[in-house]
């Protein structure tokens, strides 16, 4: 009954199921899609705009959300009890699956610090017509060691493999070329990073951390696509 029903409005949609069911494969696995980021995500993007209320449809069934950014064109889930900025939260139902992203300690300190310095471009006018902010890798490198007291990893190797694992939460987009043992190259920051961080958590950058204790999010693990409430400890 499900299957005839979804046939019936991807025939509307003008869409194939096989189309249908790669948008939601690539939703699934990514957590996001972003029309800027390649040829491939801007199709399934545009595919989205196509059957979205199908997408949203289907996804609620298991209490997944979705944010769309229409500015700047890209859409991000949220499973059931994450905070979504400019969304009220009506079941905070727990969710325990693998959908959640758990970034590690040193991907939180730089997510957070990717984010502050969003929010004072966006201050300061920096943000271009694609909601995009460039800065180089020594800014983001100060910008830890003020707010967090952490610093960045010391090898190439392992500052790929963490600017990679960003770009995959299409946090961020850089020249794969670049030279990461140099603090001269650029970053440009992603504007879905506001759905990726709430305010709450950016606000407690400021506050003075014990001596004792790492910044993280919270005890817990982060949970969803995006940062919860609690402050960093």
């Not at 005839?4 to 957590?31: A, N, V």
């Not at 997408?55 to 700047?72: P, S």
């Not at 990717?114 to 943000?127: D, I, N, S």
Request: some cysteine; charged content about 25%.
């Amino acid at each position: 009954m499900l299957d005839t029903f979804i046939s019936e409005q991807l025939q509307t949609c003008g869409l194939r199921k096989e189309e249908f069911s790669e948008l939601l494969i690539r939703l699934l696995d990514y957590g996001v899609i972003c029309r800027e980021e390649s040829q491939i995500e801007a199709t399934l993007y545009d595919r989205y705009l196509q059957c979205t209320d199908l997408v949203e449809a289907y996804l609620a069934l298991v209490g997944i959300r979705i944010l769309h950014d229409r500015q700047f064109n890209f859409v991000r889930l949220f499973p059931p009890g994450a905070e979504i900025p400019g969304m009220s939260d009506d079941d905070n139902s727990p969710f325990n699956s693998g959908f959640r992203v758990r970034p590690n300690q040193q991907e939180i300190a730089v997510i957070l610090a990717l984010r502050a310095e969003y929010e004072k471009a966006l201050r300061e006018g920096q943000v271009d017509e694609r909601g995009q902010v460039l800065i180089p890798l020594e800014s983001l490198a100060i910008a830890m060691n003020n707010l967090l007291k952490r610093h960045l990893p010391e090898t190439q190797v392992d500052r790929k493999r963490l600017f990679t694992r960003l770009r995959q939460l299409r946090l961020i987009q850089f020249n794969q070329e670049d030279d990461f043992e140099s603090n001269e190259i650029w970053l440009s920051i992603q504007p879905s990073i506001t759905s990726f961080v709430t305010e709450a958590v950016l606000n407690t950058l400021g506050e003075p951390l014990p001596e004792s204790e790492e910044p993280a999010t919270s005890e817990a693990e982060p949970e969803s696509t995006m940062f919860n409430d609690e402050a960093p400890q």
